[in-house]
T-cell receptor
Framework: GAGVSQTPSNKVTEKGKYVELRCDPI?????LYWYRQSLGQGPEFLIY????????DSGLPNDRFFAVRPEGSVSTLKIQRTERGDSAVYLC????????????FGEGSRLTVL | AQTVTQSQPEMSVQEAETVTLSCTYD???????LFWYKQPPSRQMILVIR??????QNATENRFSVNFQKAAKSFSLKISDSQLGDTAMYFC?????????????FGKGTKLSVKP
């Protein structure tokens, strides 16, 4: 597609469950980013991939969060043993070149943990 | 650590009028980019304008312009001839050059309403 695609758009789960969020970046974009946006806040950086490798995962809050990008295109953010505090919109973005800051965002996946 | 502060949680403006959104930031870095991103109700963040810190000239993009005051660490966004489609959340963001690419630090946002 022409833009960054994220699925699911909305996800409701119960505390303690496992969740996967998928991101399909713009074709040809080598860099991919995950951000988390809590209600009333700006997005917070989670992790950045350059190709298949995680170049910076310093924003992941704890070891329940993990992300992969096995073929350098689609990425999956995985959250184990979800907690109510994980409820947020998870935004994915991609960019064409390094260090431009011009990120192209998807519409996000809203996660609600009951 | 860098911080970005947007002191106006909400703003409103009449259609066709001009509005200025404020942003201040704190950093010890000398080389960085500053951005304004727009987030409409659809949730998709869109880049509005970008400013390289080493450039003295203020960036402009059609009806959008910035007032970049490096010494004061201030980066305001001016929207001229406001349109109904400008209604959205606006986020100011900072990115250090040479650091983690794409690690943008965002402010809390300003909700802008354009009234007919």
């Amino acid at each position: 597609g022409a833009g960054v695609s994220q699925t699911p758009s909305n996800k409701v789960t119960e505390k303690g469950k496992y969740v996967e969020l998928r991101c399909d970046p713009i074709s040809g974009h080598t860099a991919l980013y995950w951000y988390r946006q809590s209600l009333g806040q700006g997005p917070e950086f989670l992790i950045y991939f350059q190709g298949t490798g995680a170049a910076d995962d310093s924003g992941l809050p704890n070891d329940r969060f993990f992300a992969v990008r096995p073929e350098g295109s689609v990425s999956t953010l995985k959250i184990q043993r979800t907690e109510r505090g994980d409820s947020a919109v998870y935004l994915c973005a991609s960019s064409q070149g390094p260090n431009t800051g011009e990120l192209f965002f998807g519409e996000g996946s809203r996660l609600t943990v009951l | 650590a860098q911080t970005v502060t947007q002191s106006q949680p909400e703003m409103s403006v009449q259609e066709a009028e001009t509005v200025t959104l404020s942003c201040t930031y704190d950093t010890s870095e000398n080389n960085y980019y500053l951005f304004w991103y727009k987030q409409p109700p659809s949730r998709q963040m869109i880049l509005v304008i970008r400013q390289e810190a080493y450039k003295q000239q203020n960036a402009t993009e059609n009806r959008f312009s910035v007032n970049f005051q490096k010494a004061a660490k201030s980066f305001s966004l001016k929207i001229s001839d406001s349109q109904l489609g400008d209604t959205a959340m606006y986020f100011c963001a900072f990115m250090k050059l040479g650091g983690s690419q794409g690690n943008l630090i965002f402010g809390k946002g300003t909700k802008l309403s354009v009234k007919p």
